[in-house]
């Protein structure tokens, strides 16, 4: 493809995921606001394809196109097989623009039925045949009619203009304005002094009624004010206009709201008051209403605005931005060994000037991660139709629910999120939220809740699916890990380890396969897709009231701001939005008995860092705490030396060192050394099982042979 098809490309699939959510919400709230959105985009979208020479998404979207402004004129009812047809539609749609993207514009033989089929129920007619005449007033047209002076010299008759009036509508009602007749004695009789208030209903433009009075108003005036019907469709010719800078005139001129003999007396008027707006001669003029002339100011400014912010965007490819973001990872690295390099030598202007520079790199480095950073409401919205759509094939009442949709995270990581949160999505939609009646008879709502949360929190982006169903059945997925010989009868497992056995590949207590579920296939997948993005999941089980699934991710993949700490010669980088506070350990602090220390009165667990990752180093004369936030709350870490602060350039681990608990990846260091970056909440598991009597090989050799504590006690 070239560059115009590309970007043909993109933005029709932004304009499909907006028609999409628009006909969602159509569907739970109609408004003529969605309609119009709906409509202005199947309106871009067809010249769109036109401008790239793509017929088939053209001719199909300019079907949808008309059923939509047949909606938007209230032509045809929104109804629920509408709605249906409608997303199907969009669904057809978007297959064509990846048969386009992929270079080819002939459709497959299901495609081609599919689309006939669409194409036949998108056209079929519900328009009312009843035709009524309109009532006197609001639906009717007003005529203020002076005709000229000469009209009788000219040959004409004002019967016969009526009579062509008649021809085109219905005259509801007609005054003669008699106002300008002179007195007897002055009054010619070849003189036309004579005028009408006509009430008129028709269908007819307003440059056509216009056209019937066209030599007998030149002298005289001709004042059109359109029903309201037709003040409504003048407001909805303007919004629904190409974004294309106009005058107001020409705006108006193409609306029908004016004819070229009204827009040219009113730019002569103009001319005349030089600054007077062109809008509030015609309002004057009476060849405008208000509102209307307010509707097309408004669409004006807001092409213009469009266009000022789209000159303002530049879209790069994802590439570039990778390419950028390994470039500044490499600044901060020879910043850093510039900076050791500087205090080595002792010289203080230049270490003045190497602050300058880290203030700089620091800056360059945020506003390249800054980049690549978009809101997960963008991923969120992917799944309101997967609700609906299953919530209706299973017969499951579903309200899908959204909150944090503006937390940001790394595109990278947003791209990669899409298929594991689709498979927990599709589980609670299938086994966790219940049928009407279980919901009915457990004395719940018949409406289940499906909630996607997302928040910050201590240097990590937390995304959570729940629901309000029955829950997750331990005591079920125990004896099935039993019959599948995972475990054996008197093998002992806490609640947590025993939820964590659905994550063993081909693990599922359905009793039958779904379309969405059943098979076996998925909640492994999910895990491992989540720790290759350097992140955890894990389960809140309410049973009876519902289960959670939380995902812990990292904000980037790219570059952190972190914490030194050694140990001996080893090097270790904690996140530094974690780290709370720094102290000298003290024995005398210690709480007898256990691995705490007292801190202002109460007890902070702590772990030896060394001790913990099995390192054989030589005791310190100092050791020191590094108090860090948790999931779980404050945790201290003792370790030999504080080295401070530092920029960190995330590299990660291989394939084989991946599962290893408590290490999130590595990073290079100024002077060359590698360090390895905590993984706080892995920490804590490697504590737990360290607390449970397993040495630190143990621990090692476990998280390199098992993903998960459970499968960790089976091997024991």
Not at 147 to 174: F, K, S, T, W
Not at 236 to 249: H, K, S, Y
Request: one cysteine or more; aromatic letters at 4%.
């Amino acid at each position: 493809m070239d560059a115009l098809q590309e970007a043909f490309v993109t933005e029709v699939r932004e304009l499909i995921a907006q028609m999409e959510d628009g006909l969602m919400a159509l569907e739970k709230s109609p408004s003529d606001e969605l309609l119009h959105a709906v409509f202005r985009s199947a309106h871009t979208i067809k010249g769109a394809a036109a401008t790239v020479n793509c017929s088939s998404i053209a001719n199909f979207t300019h079907v949808l196109e008309n059923t939509l402004d047949s909606l938007r004129q209230h032509l045809r009812a929104l109804e629920p097989g509408l709605i249906e047809s409608l997303l199907a539609s969009v669904d057809h749609l978007r297959l064509l623009v990846d048969l386009f993207a992929n270079g080819n514009d002939e459709l497959r033989d299901d495609m081609v039925n599919t689309q006939s089929s669409l194409l036949a129920q998108l056209e079929r007619s519900e328009v009312s045949c009843t035709q009524t005449v309109p009532r006197e007033g609001r639906d009717c047209w007003h005529l203020s009619v002076r005709l000229n002076r000469d009209l009788y010299r000219q040959g004409q008759d004002p019967l016969v203009l009526l009579e062509a009036l008649g021809e085109i509508g219905h005259i509801l009602r007609i005054d003669t304005i008699l106002d300008g007749l002179p007195s007897l004695y002055e009054a010619d009789p070849e003189d036309c002094l004579f005028g009408f208030e006509i009430q008129f209903a028709s269908d007819c433009s307003k440059a056509q009624i216009e056209q019937i009075f066209m030599f007998a108003t030149d002298e005289g005036f001709l004042r059109l004010i359109p029903p309201n019907a037709h003040t409504e469709e003048y407001l909805e010719l303007i919004r629904t206009m190409p974004d294309n800078p106009m005058r107001l005139g020409e705006i108006l001129l193409k609306a029908g709201a004016i004819t070229e003999a009204e827009l040219h007396a009113g730019l002569a008027e103009q001319q005349e008051c030089k600054d007077a707006p062109l809008g509030e001669v015609l309002v004057a003029k009476g060849s405008a209403t208000p509102t209307v002339i307010a509707a097309a100011v408004e669409q004006q400014q807001a092409v213009r605005e469009r266009m000022n912010k789209e000159s303002r965007l530049i879209k790069v490819p994802a590439e570039k931005l990778d390419y950028l973001i390994n470039l500044v990872g490499e600044l901060v690295i020879s910043s850093a060994g510039t900076h050791m390099i500087a205090t080595a030598c002792g010289q203080r202007a230049i270490l003045e000037s190497l602050q300058g520079l880290s203030r700089l790199t620091e800056a360059i480095r945020d506003s390249a991660l800054q980049l690549r950073m978009v809101p997960i409401g963008e991923l969120f919205n992917r799944y309101q139709r997967v609700v609906r759509d299953n919530a209706r094939e299973l017969g499951k009442k579903i309200e899908f629910v959204t909150d944090g949709a503006e937390t940001e995270l790394d595109k990278s990581l947003v791209e990669k999120l899409a298929d594991p949160l689709m498979h927990l999505v599709r589980n609670a939609i299938d086994h966790g939220i219940e049928a009407v009646e279980a919901r009915k008879a457990a004395g719940k709502p018949e409406t289940g809740t499906l909630s996607l949360l997302a928040w910050h929190d201590s240097g990590n982006v937390w995304i959570e699916v729940g629901d309000d169903g029955r829950g997750l059945n331990t005591e079920r997925i125990r004896q099935k890990a039993i019959a599948n010989g995972l475990i054996n009868e008197d093998t002992y497992l806490s609640d947590a380890e025993t939820l964590n056995l659905i994550f063993e590949p081909g693990f599922s207590t359905a009793e039958e396969v779904t379309s969405l579920s059943g098979r076996g296939v998925g909640m492994d997948v999910v895990r491992r897709a989540i720790k290759s993005l350097r992140g955890d999941i894990h389960i809140v089980n309410r049973p009876g009231l519902g289960a959670s699934f939380r995902i812990r991710l990292p904000l980037t993949l790219a570059i952190i701001d972190g914490f030194l700490l050694k140990i001996g010669k080893h090097g270790f980088v904690a996140p530094l939005d974690t780290v709370q506070e720094c102290l000298e350990w003290q024995e005398s602090n210690r709480i007898p008995g256990s691995d705490c220390m007292k801190l202002r009165g109460e007890a902070l667990p702590c772990v030896r860092l060394g001790e913990l990752f099995g390192l054989e180093t030589p005791p310190a004369k100092r050791e020191n705490v590094i108090v860090v936030n948790t999931e779980n709350g404050r945790l201290g870490l003792i370790v030999d030396q504080l080295a401070g602060q530092c920029q960190t350039v995330v590299k990660p681990l291989g394939e084989l060192f991946r599962p290893l608990k408590g290490i999130a990846g590595s990073t290079i260091l100024g002077n060359g050394e590698v360090a390895l970056i905590i993984d706080l909440q892995g920490l804590m598991e490697l504590q737990q099982l360290r607390a449970a009597g397993a040495s630190a090989r143990q621990i090692n050799l476990l998280s390199l042979s098992t993903e998960n504590t459970a499968s960790a006690k089976i091997a024991s």
